[in-house]
């Protein structure tokens, strides 16, 4: 079955470090999105990829970056971790036929 | 870019009670997605509307878009306690069909 899958589940790490969450589908989705859940604010949007070599801000970008180098991936990296940034991390992709988004099992990331 | 409200973020009900939630948004929406996240889960899709006054149901759940496409419904017949999680909805930004932006959602207790 076709599947996304995020890594690492669960990351402790310090102010100031470059940390990657790596995410991946099968599905051969285009659309890719990262969210990030904080309690009291929902999902917010981070960064997005309508297809290879494509990659957009979403709402709360600062401090993230984002690259797509094939279809299935779509890693996120934090150059310099903030304390600010503890956080769990969602990563999606978009079916284009439905509009329906398939979850990860999400990242929680603790900035100490 | 688009806002779509959800309120209250909390409600608790008891066991066999029924629930109703709403989303609603300033502007006229194209489509609307609910999603329900399980405490320590991810968030799944449930449904999505399209058409002015549709209605679907999955269940125990009635999902519906108003008149005008400006506002969603969710009701929840005779909750179980099952049915805890936050749920969200889910609407697409203005001019970016991909790219959805979610509501704050609505966590949901149930007291057996």
């Known amino acids: 079955d076709a599947e996304i899958t995020q890594s690492p589940r669960h990351k402790i790490t310090e102010t100031g470090r470059q940390v990657t969450l790596a995410c991946h589908q099968t599905w051969n989705h285009n659309n890719m999105f990262w969210y990030r859940q904080d309690l009291g604010h929902g999902l917010r949007l981070i960064h997005y990829?309508?297809?290879?070599?494509?990659?957009n801000k979403g709402e709360v970008s600062d401090g993230y970056s984002v690259s797509r180098s094939n279809t299935e991936d779509l890693p996120l990296t934090l150059e310099s971790a903030a304390s600010s940034q503890t956080s769990v991390y969602f990563c999606?992709?978009?079916?284009?036929?439905?509009?329906?988004?398939?979850f990860g099992e999400g990242s929680r990331l603790t900035v100490l | 870019g688009q806002q779509v409200m959800q309120i209250p973020q909390y409600q608790h009900v008891q066991e066999g009670e029924d629930f109703t939630t709403y989303c609603n948004s300033s502007t006229t929406l194209s489509n609307i997605q609910w999603y329900k996240q399980r405490p320590g889960g991810h968030p799944v899709f449930l449904i999505q509307?399209?058409?002015?006054?549709e209605v679907k149901k999955q269940k125990r759940l009635t999902f519906q878009f108003g008149e005008a496409k400006k506002n969603s419904s969710l009701h929840i017949t005779a909750t179980q306690t099952t049915d805890v999680g936050t749920y969200f909805c889910a609407v697409p930004n203005t001019g970016a069909n991909s790219k959805l932006t979610f509501g704050k959602g609505i966590t949901l207790s149930v007291r057996p």
């Open positions: 990829s309508y297809g290879v070599h494509d990659t």
């Open positions: 999606a992709s978009r079916d284009r036929y439905t509009g329906e988004l398939f």
């Open positions: 509307l399209v058409k002015s006054g």
